[in-house]
């Protein structure tokens, strides 16, 4: 293939690798660039590659139904590894795709969900998911043995793609150890039934145990956590492909309209949701809204074309490859020692875009000091960059040039150092520039990182240029450096595929939020292939710093990392204040480095107020460091400086005995806030594709005002922000907004004592103490004004925990919400219950409950998270809607919560929550079966009290007759002249000699059978043993025939059907 055939290839596949989340688009009611990541580790079966298209085709004629003849899939690119074998029809990419790239990621099995499908997602309802994972040995096998399992193939996508395109949840029960909320199997309707989890109410099925038993009760009069609800396959519902789409006959959303959505079933969507059908959901995405995408057959009858369009999608083929030595080989450089060495090209480029206008005067010092900083201690060896710096003209500062592992002093010394005079701001002649440089140069694959201040000022602007950028399919990642930068910066890395980032130079810009160097790192990080070693950042953090005061600090270095440690102190550029930091850092075995060490490990550089300290292959364990005022230069009028710290380090040389590296990835959910709406804040942390566990993670906001940073903590709980407990998701919302603008972020993870890598479903490995610190972009809030608006969050887990019939009390559980969303404490609890679900629709027509109706626990508010119990008594007959004479008695009593704040702002509702009052008759009929049941069970056990006292009688009586005769034996062989210890003599009295075979300490007896009271003995305890077993037995199948599932009639409908296990059908 030539050359110019590779780079349409590249082309043709950055158009579907190149753009960010949410990539494919609905055009003309057809998805095009799907894209479908295969990763490396994936072994090759041709297979795979057949069931993918197979299964893209029937999702696209499911689709197609169940949208109304508004959606398909028609074009979709197949993302091959390098290791497989090359094809005549692949089209080749030079470098590897991501997690980031793909819309459906083919994986190795993921520890908690092995071969089951499923999508990653991460926010709310209506927000898209990350990708759809796809295990190999799923894709193998999906039309055979797994499609028994998993149902046909196409639904299985369409179920997926419902989640990651629309933002929609699953329509049954989710299992309480990962569920986000309280979404239990079964339910209580409006009518008294008891019914199974799900939108549709027209499934019918069997409930019983997994082992096909008979179900039980539990004290709530539901079915316990062991019964479990399962179709029938002749089933006629046609709803919900959200629920069990792998019926024959489920081929819709719920919608009300085609098949009506039930609001008061306790599913995950429904919780997450408001109560709003899935297809209402659908219909508000950009796909649909605003009449989007007619249906197929109403556009070709406007359009006058009666010819059916084939629902088939297109294929693309691509294959990676990785670049070694890129279009050169290699270069040649001198290590530290002065020998040769080649450093080869990683497969990465990129293009460091510097604004150098007028406007740059105030903060030159910092830029530099971040880009020199960057360029010496974080841009990963075995790249290629570049660096242009613009202002009224585009200057080359630095060719594309490789970049060494060893010293980089003579790209340092190419860097701009000053700013223009009365320059103005061309960005988009400095973005032509740079595309044109890797056109030129051929750095395919590569990125742009453009760091401005302020607003274009020159022609041409960004906005004629972004065409070409995107048809080459560069990122431009964007850095806003202060608060007055364009607007259009997160415009144009969105349309790119690229990242935005926000720092404030504020504090001198080594203040307590983002580090601009770090930033830039994470720009350029996101292109690197998944083979190159990536830096991880281990710790960062500022300190004020006084005369005469130390600043201590420690660093936890994991066995993990260790390979090209950095320890990098920067003082801040602030007026009156000289360069006179000195520090010192202590190895975990007692090592102390200074500016004594050599030069290879120590460097200052006082023009950028820097050292460093660089250790070829660190210790693990705690790193200690210690930072002072030097004595030189010191002013009449102390000045407090900052100081700030930054440790990176690589991962270590692949061992049996080394641990994959905990990695972290953060951002906020959206990235756009419409105050007084709250920002989502999740941080995913896995070792490998293990999610880790209880680990401790904090986010720290930066905002666009002078205001102080601000933290708030991030929880894997299923509470607040989290939806889902487990899962190695830490989530929370940040609500502390100052003002409109840009916000910074970044993440810090720590391990506890009790952090644990989740290795399978129920298996875990210890995670050994580590320090992570990573950003995660920006987010921007607009409308905001001050006050408070901000409503307590909605509590998602109210349940009833117990129901008393003869007292008409319920006790009800619920994780308490707080003030703003999930922080602090909510000022008033507003708890209503009624007798119908009306309160899904209007809440305020629910009856209120007073602390008078209350016998146990309060109505008082309890800091966000805490657990909250409280149990209460319902008004008497004729009281709250309850007739005279009717009271709660046989009914089923709905109650909902929600909080509220000092200034009056309510919160969303809680989920509903259902009481069942069964007939007091049946409780006291219940209640005596369980007295009578009892005194049986006591009889019983005196019983068997009377018989084991009796066999323990008779084995001590045992036991002490033959005490009695083994002495007595003793006295006779004594007196008979046996010597027991050695002796000769050997003549037994009254026994013929040679009738015994052997007379010795363990064997008195002077017989070779055993002794007939030992036997006795013998049997009579096992007898005893046998007897306390069978006794536990009876009682336990006692109690569990107090709870047979027969319940109340009332509560259930039955009616028999011939199903093999002789269970009963449920409706």
């Known amino acids: ?106 994986d190795l099995p993921h520890p908690l969900h092995g071969d ?22 799923y894709a193998t096998h999906m039309y055979d043995e797994l499609g028994q399992a998993y149902g046909p193939p196409g639904k299985v996508l369409v179920h997926e793609w419902a989640h990651y395109r629309w933002g929609v949840f699953d329509e049954y029960p989710v299992p309480h150890a990962h569920a986000a909320a309280h979404t239990p199997p079964f339910y209580v309707g409006d009518d008294g039934m008891v019914r199974a989890t799900g939108c549709s109410l027209d499934i019918v099925g069997w409930v019983r145990t997994a082992l096909g038993g ?77 009449d989007r995408n007619p249906p197929r057959k109403r556009r070709a009858a406007e359009s006058g074309k009666d010819k059916e369009e084939d629902l088939k999608p297109e294929f693309v083929m691509v294959q990676e490859r990785r670049e070694k030595g890129g279009v050169t080989e290699g270069v040649q450089e001198k290590d530290v020692s002065g020998s040769e060495k080649e450093t080869e090209h990683d497969g990465m480029s990129f293009v460091l875009l510097l604004d150098l206008s007028a406007s740059m005067e105030p903060t030159m010092d910092q830029l530099y000091q971040a880009v020199v900083g960057f360029v010496r201690y974080l841009v990963p060896a075995g790249t290629k960059m570049a660096v242009v710096s613009f202002a009224n003209r585009t200057r080359l500062d630095l060719p594309f040039t490789l970049v060494p592992e060893g010293p980089r002093e003579n790209l340092v010394a190419a860097l701009p150092t000053t700013w223009e005079r009365d320059g103005y701001t061309a960005i988009g002649s400095a973005v032509e520039f740079a595309l044109e440089l890797m056109e030129t140069e051929r750095q395919v694959g590569g990125t742009m990182v453009l760091v401005t201040d302020g607003d274009e000022t020159m022609y041409p602007l960004v906005s004629s240029v972004l065409p070409r950028l995107k048809q080459a ?30 720092h404030s130079p504020g504090g001198g810009g080594v203040g307590p939020g983002e580090g601009l160097a770090s930033i830039l790192y994470e720009a350029v990080s996101h292109a690197l292939p998944r083979h190159a070693a990536r830096l991880v950042q281990v710790h960062r953090d500022s300190h004020p710093l006084q005369w005469g005061v130390d600043v201590e600090g420690e660093v936890v270095l994991d066995s993990s990392l260790g390979h090209h440690t950095h320890f990098t102190f920067t003082q801040a550029f602030t007026h009156h204040t000289k360069f006179s930091v000195v520090v010192e850092i202590d190895g975990p075995d007692g090592v102390r480095y200074g500016d004594w060490s050599d030069a290879d490990t120590y460097h200052a550089d006082t023009t950028t107020r820097t050292i460093a300290f660089t250790i070829p292959q660190a210790q ?43 990695s972290v990835e953060a951002r906020v959910v959206g990235g756009r806030v419409t105050y007084p709406s709250a920002a989502l804040v999740v ?17 720290l906001v930066v905002p666009p005002t002078p205001h102080t ?95 008393d019939a003869m007292e008409a009390t319920v006790t009800l559980a619920f994780t308490s919400t707080g003030d703003d969303k999930y922080t602090g404490t909510a000022s008033i609890l507003d708890l209503r219950y009624h007798y119908t679900s009306l309160l899904v629709e209007d809440f305020s027509r629910g009856y209120q409950i007073e602390e008078h109706h209350l016998t146990f626990g309060d109505l008082t508010p309890k800091p966000a998270g805490d657990a909250h119990t409280l ?77 084991i006292l009796a066999l323990l009688a008779f084995t001590c009586s045992l036991k002490y007759l033959h005490a009695r005769r083994k002495q007595r034996r003793v006295q006779d062989l004594g007196e008979g002249g046996v010597t027991l210890r050695g002796g000769e003599r050997n003549t037994l009295r009254g026994v013929e000699r040679g009738t015994v075979r052997s007379v010795d300490r363990g064997n008195l007896s002077g017989t070779t059978k055993e002794n007939p009271f030992t036997i006795a003995s013998h049997l009579t305890q096992r007898s005893l043993w046998v007897v306390m077993a069978v006794s536990i037995l009876l009682l336990a199948d006692s109690s569990r025939d107090n709870v047979m599932y027969s319940v109340v009639a009332t509560q259930i409908t039955w009616k028999q059907d011939t199903d093999p296990h002789g269970s009963n059908q449920y409706t």
């Open 1 to 106: 293939m030539g050359v110019a055939a590779i780079f349409a290839g590249v082309l043709t596949f950055g158009l579907t690798l190149g753009l960010a989340r949410g990539d494919p688009v609905l055009q003309d009611n057809g998805y095009e660039g799907v894209v479908v990541v295969i990763r490396e580790e994936v072994p090759e079966d041709t297979r795979i590659i057949d069931n993918i298209k197979r299964m893209f085709q029937d999702g696209s004629k499911v689709l197609d139904e169940a949208t109304g003849h508004r959606a398909h899939f028609s074009q979709v690119t197949i993302v091959v590894p390098s290791s497989w074998s090359p094809q005549p029809h692949y089209q080749v990419r030079l470098g590897q795709a991501t997690e980031r790239h793909a819309d459906i990621l083919l």
């Open 116 to 137: 089951t499908p499923y999508t990653l997602q991460l926010g709310g309802c209506g927000d898209p998911g990350e990708y759809v994972h796809l295990s190999p040995d």
């Open 214 to 290: 008979e179900c039980h009760a539990a004290h709530s009069g539901l079915p316990d956590d062991h019964c479990h609800f399962y179709p029938a396959h002749n089933n006629t519902a046609t709803a919900s492909l959200m629920g069990p789409y792998y019926l024959e006959s489920v081929k819709y959303f719920c919608d009300n309209v085609r098949a009506p959505h039930n609001p008061l079933a306790p599913t995950p969507h429904n919780l997450l949701c408001g109560g709003r059908s899935v297809w209402a959901v659908i219909e508000q995405h950009e796909d649909f809204s605003g």
């Open 683 to 699: 941080a995913r942390v896995r070792q490998g594709r293990s999610p880790v566990l209880n680990a401790t993670a904090t986010a």
């Open 871 to 947: 149990t209460l008594k319902l008004p008497e007959d004729g009281v709250n809607g309850f007739g005279v004479g009717e009271g709660v008695e046989g009914r089923v009593v709905f109650f909902m919560l929600r909080a509220r704040d000092e200034t009056g702002n309510s919160g969303v509702p809680s989920n509903l929550a259902t009481a069942y009052f069964p007939p007091r008759l049946y409780v006291q009929k219940q209640q005596e079966e369980e007295r009578l049941e009892a005194l049986s069970g006591l009889m019983v056990l005196v019983v068997l009290a009377v018989v």
């Open 620 to 662: 693990a364990g705690v790193w200690r460091y210690r930072v002072r005022r030097g004595r030189e230069g010191r002013p009449a009028i102390p000045i407090v400086t900052e100081v700030g710290v930054l440790v990176t380090s690589y991962p270590r040389p692949t061992t049996p005995h080394t641990h994959t590296p905990v």
């Open 709 to 803: 940073p601000r933290t708030i903590s991030l929880t894997d709980d299923g509470q607040g922000g989290d939806r889902e407990a487990g899962d190695g998701v830490y989530s929370g919302y940040f609500t502390q907004f100052s003002g409109d603008g840009r916000y910074s972020l970044s993440v810090t993870v720590t391990a506890n004592n009790m952090t644990a890598a989740l290795a399978g479903v129920n298996t875990v490995n210890k995670v050994e103490r580590f320090s992570r610190v990573v950003s995660g972009g920006i987010f921007k809030v607009r409308n905001y004004v001050s006050g408070d608006l901000q409503a307590p969050g909605m509590v998602k887990d109210l349940q009833v925990v117990k129901v």
């Open 473 to 502: 399919r560069l990122p431009l990642n964007t850095v806003s450096f202060g608060p007055y930068a364009t607007d259009s910066l997160e415009v144009w890395a969105s349309e790119t595929g690229g990242r935005s980032y926000y």
